[in-house]
């Protein structure tokens, strides 16, 4: 009975000591189980405070303490470890669970926040290449813009420039058809003693040949000839140009004057090119003698006879009388040109040249004045001949604009060597003045070859 006694003693006393054990791990268990909890929010804060936090995000950490609380349940029941240890281990699984998750979803949030981030950056930089498009496409067409407007602008300038000029010749013109009608009015050409003189040269055939080089830059070679008429009194005395001239012209004998000296020039040509030298000459003609009908017809006569030297002949007219032609003179200027004689216009004072309307009318030399064309050269904003070139023509490319349209550039009266040195810098191909030779007489024995026969004085002496 006292075994008995003793055995349920022990029983008793076993059971409680399993009830007390029991009882002691449950409440160590919730215990730590709450710490754990608490702990755990305090420190990762999981109640919206991360990237995924909700109601799914709540339920996976309680599976997360659950299953922490079964792998301490486990250490405790199946190791020899104490209960501290098992909580311990329980805690620190539910951690590391709870970090793992932690983790991964904070690495989705950040290869999401990645993505973003570079789609913005893409959607940034192609705005920015837009917008550097945008601004070139402004930039070049502003430019455009700026260009077209600049060359309507000189155009528009340079027309204006034109038309004051044609206006100025035209007004210089009427002036002196004026100024000679009423010179014609107050004196009489048979009491003009000057006048007797003129027509005496001419019915003699006392009329000389006077040539000067021009030159070819920068060799300086001999390449044409400009013929000056010159007219003998009886005692071998020579009359100036500027007195024949102005006499000739009074009396109507500038046809004359230009017969006598075509036939000079064409003489001269022949010779020298049975010598083997191909140098061309220029003849000075007056209107008058292209639109006279009684002495034209014989002008174009001879020159018709002689268009095998229509090459080396050039016909010459000042810039003014070629500007204000009458529609006879362009008739008879055509004339010529279809036998093959090419033009030359002289004294041209400004480089604003109607290139193609000087190409159609047979012009193949221009004539300027060496202290205005430096002028207007040197001149960024100086005046520029009139062509296809859809842009400002720099200095040096004037003589290049002129060859495009078969016209030759010449400068003339140069009369120093700092002058041809200019002339150099913008590349002019031809000069003419004093500095390379002035108009000399031909020698005696070429004058008497030359000389017209009595024939042709006879049937010019005619018109006179």
Same mark, same amino acid.
């Given at each position: 009975?006292?075994?008995?006694?003793?055995?349920?003693?022990?029983?008793?006393?076993?059971?409680? =000591?399993?009830?007390?054990?029991?009882?002691?791990?449950?409440?160590?268990?919730?215990?730590?189980?709450?710490?754990?909890?608490?702990?755990?929010?305090?420190?990762?804060?999981?109640?919206?405070?991360?990237?995924? %936090?909700?109601?799914? /995000?709540?339920?996976?950490?309680?599976?997360?303490?659950?299953?922490?609380?079964?792998?301490?349940?486990?250490?405790?029941?199946?190791?020899?470890?104490? !209960?501290?240890?098992?909580?311990?281990?329980?805690?620190?699984?539910?951690?590391?669970?709870?970090? $793992?998750?932690?983790?991964?979803?904070?690495?989705?949030?950040?290869?999401? @926040?990645?993505?973003?981030?570079?789609?913005?950056?893409?959607?940034?930089?192609?705005?920015?290449?837009?917008?550097?498009?945008? #601004?070139?496409?402004?930039?070049?067409?502003?430019?455009?813009?700026?260009? #077209?407007?600049?060359?309507?602008?000189?155009?528009?300038?340079?027309?204006?420039?034109? !038309?004051?000029?044609?206006?100025?010749?035209? /007004?210089?013109?009427?002036?002196?058809?004026?100024?000679?009608?009423?010179? %014609?009015?107050?004196?009489?050409?048979?009491?003009?003693?000057?006048?007797?003189?003129?027509?005496?040269?001419?019915?003699?055939?006392?009329?000389?040949?006077?040539?000067?080089?021009?030159?070819?830059?920068?060799?300086?070679?001999?390449?044409?000839?400009?013929?000056? /008429?010159?007219?003998?009194?009886?005692?071998?005395?020579?009359?100036?140009?500027?007195?024949?001239?102005?006499?000739?012209?009074?009396?109507?004998?500038?046809?004359?004057?230009?017969?006598?000296?075509?036939?000079?020039?064409?003489? *001269?040509?022949? =010779? @020298?090119?049975?010598?083997?030298?191909?140098?061309?000459?220029?003849?000075?003609?007056?209107?008058?003698?292209?639109?006279?009908?009684?002495?034209?017809?014989l002008l174009l006569g001879f020159m018709s006879e002689n268009r095998d030297l229509s090459g080396s002949v050039i016909l010459e007219l000042t810039a003014d009388k070629f500007e204000s032609r009458?529609?006879?003179?362009?008739?008879?200027?055509?004339?010529?040109?279809?036998?093959?004689?090419?033009?030359? $216009?002289?004294?041209?004072?400004?480089?604003?040249?109607?290139?193609?309307?000087?190409?159609?009318?047979?012009?193949?030399?221009?004539?300027?004045?060496?202290?205005?064309?430096?002028?207007?050269?040197?001149? +960024?904003?100086?005046?520029? +001949?009139?062509?296809?070139?859809?842009?400002? $023509?720099?200095?040096?490319?004037?003589?290049?604009?002129?060859?495009?349209?078969? *016209?030759? !550039?010449?400068?003339?009266? *140069?009369?120093?060597?700092?002058?041809?040195?200019?002339?150099?810098?913008?590349?002019? &191909?031809?000069?003419?003045?004093?500095?390379?030779?002035? &108009?000399?007489?031909?020698?005696?024995?070429?004058?008497?070859?030359?000389?017209?026969?009595?024939?042709?004085?006879?049937?010019?002496?005619?018109?006179?």
């Amino acid at each position: 009975m006292l075994v008995l006694l003793c055995g349920l003693k022990n029983r008793r006393a076993v059971a409680f =000591r399993q009830r007390s054990a029991s009882g002691l791990r449950e409440g160590a268990n919730q215990a730590n189980s709450e710490q754990f909890v608490n702990q755990f929010c305090l420190n990762f804060k999981i109640v919206g405070k991360f990237a995924g %936090a909700g109601l799914m /995000t709540f339920f996976l950490f309680l599976l997360y303490l659950a299953a922490g609380a079964g792998v301490g349940y486990g250490i405790f029941s199946f190791t020899a470890v104490g !209960l501290p240890l098992s909580i311990a281990g329980g805690a620190i699984t539910s951690a590391i669970l709870g970090q $793992i998750h932690i983790v991964a979803r904070a690495g989705a949030a950040s290869k999401k @926040l990645d993505e973003r981030l570079g789609s913005v950056e893409k959607a940034v930089t192609e705005a920015t290449r837009s917008v550097k498009v945008i #601004e070139a496409r402004t930039d070049a067409i502003e430019q455009t813009v700026k260009i #077209e407007l600049t060359e309507r602008r000189d155009a528009l300038v340079t027309e204006m420039k034109h !038309l004051e000029r044609l206006i100025a010749k035209l /007004t210089q013109t009427f002036d002196n058809h004026q100024g000679n009608a009423a010179s %014609a009015r107050q004196m009489m050409p048979q009491d003009d003693v000057l006048l007797r003189d003129v027509r005496d040269a001419l019915h003699h055939g006392r009329i000389d040949l006077h040539l000067q080089p021009i030159v070819s830059l920068p060799q300086r070679r001999v390449s044409f000839y400009e013929g000056f /008429t010159r007219l003998r009194r009886p005692d071998g005395s020579l009359i100036g140009p500027s007195d024949f001239l102005d006499a000739a012209r009074r009396a109507n004998l500038m046809g004359i004057v230009d017969n006598f000296l075509l036939f000079r020039c064409v003489q *001269i040509v022949r =010779r @020298l090119a049975e010598r083997d030298r191909r140098v061309g000459v220029f003849c000075n003609i007056a209107p008058a003698s292209l639109e006279d009908p009684a002495l034209f017809p014989l002008l174009l006569g001879f020159m018709s006879e002689n268009r095998d030297l229509s090459g080396s002949v050039i016909l010459e007219l000042t810039a003014d009388k070629f500007e204000s032609r009458s529609p006879a003179m362009r008739a008879n200027m055509e004339k010529l040109a279809a036998l093959g004689f090419r033009f030359s $216009i002289d004294q041209a004072t400004s480089l604003s040249l109607d290139l193609p309307r000087l190409q159609g009318a047979g012009v193949r030399f221009v004539k300027v004045n060496c202290s205005h064309l430096i002028e207007q050269l040197r001149d +960024p904003q100086g005046e520029r +001949p009139v062509s296809n070139i859809n842009r400002r $023509i720099e200095g040096s490319e004037v003589s290049a604009v002129l060859s495009r349209y078969a *016209i030759t !550039l010449i400068a003339e009266k *140069i009369e120093d060597e700092a002058s041809v040195l200019e002339i150099l810098e913008y590349e002019v &191909p031809y000069g003419q003045g004093h500095v390379f030779g002035g &108009p000399r007489p031909i020698k005696s024995s070429l004058m008497e070859d030359t000389a017209p026969p009595q024939e042709l004085i006879d049937r010019l002496s005619k018109f006179g």
